[in-house]
């Protein structure tokens, strides 16, 4: 059957749609997959507590971006430290105490708990809140753009109001 105008112009049109999806879901992919690993480097420690040490930390001082203070353990086998390291937010208060989770191996400590699991995966709510942006204007689909926005936005409003 010879090829009349209009499917002739219908495979141009359909290769550039396959293309635009295929590139706008590779990117949507890619922005999800970097939140999550920039998220699990401090997130593993922190929802993964089993056999690592934990205890307190007294913030004494905060310069740039960490804070340091005296870790006293609270788990069995962990020994008191008189200087640990923590990565600075804006929560941290000087002369606070906050409980905390040792990164073997180092004097750096993340914060545990609810507030802690939350801080540590604001990485992949930013990519959520990136991510719905090229989902609902490259890939078109609006709801399921709607779905991340809202998933991210909640992940940091909790995060803030936990960590508070």
């Known amino acids: ?33 970097a939140g999550v690993w920039a998220s699990w480097g401090s997130a593993q420690y922190v929802m993964l507590t089993k056999g690592r040490e934990q205890g307190t930390v007294e913030v004494a001082r905060c310069d740039g971006d960490t804070c340091t203070g005296a870790y006293t353990p609270v788990s069995a086998g962990s ?22 989770v040792v990164k073997p191996g180092t004097d ?4 545990c708990g609810l507030a802690g699991v ?14 719905s942006v090229v989902v609902a204007g490259g890939l078109g689909r609006i709801r399921l753009g709607w779905v991340l926005a809202g998933s991210g936005a909640a992940l940091l409003t909790a995060t803030f109001i936990a960590v508070q």
Do not use: C, D, N
């Open 118 to 131: 939350l801080y540590a995966w604001v990485p992949l709510g930013g990519a959520l809140l990136l991510a």
């Open 1 to 33: 059957m010879p090829a009349t105008a209009a499917t002739s112009r219908r495979t141009p049109v359909t290769a550039l749609r396959f293309g635009r999806l295929a590139a706008m879901g590779t990117i949507a992919v890619l922005i999800m997959v």
């Open 108 to 111: 750096e400590v993340f914060r």
């Open 79 to 100: 020994e008191p430290r008189s200087h640990v390291v923590m990565e600075k937010t804006v929560a941290l208060q000087t002369g606070h105490s906050y409980t905390v």
